[in-house]
């Protein structure tokens, strides 16, 4: 069985300061940064919304997808969470869930 991976953008308001990671385990990885359980950029900037996630098939394509993102401008990273969820609502209920 193959392991899913995810990239992720977290955030701690609409058009707030945001941050791109990567996971083989996005509950789990979620979950820390809601609650501030990792040293780091998120826990610094009180990152603690999930506002867009997208799966992978392989480890290596999510590992580039995140280099590539974080090298974006800001607002290509904002139009990407944006087509998805306008509004920037918290996806952790949704993610919780997978």
Known sequence: MSQINWVYIMTNKRNGT???G???NLIARVHQHRNAMVEGF???YGLTHCVWFEDFP???AALAQE???KRWRREWKINRIEQGNPEWVDLWPKISRL
């Open 42 to 44: 998120t826990k610094k």
């Open 67 to 69: 280099r590539r993102m």
């Open 22 to 24: 990567s996971t083989s």
């Open 58 to 60: 392989d480890i290596d």
């Open 18 to 20: 945001l941050y791109v």
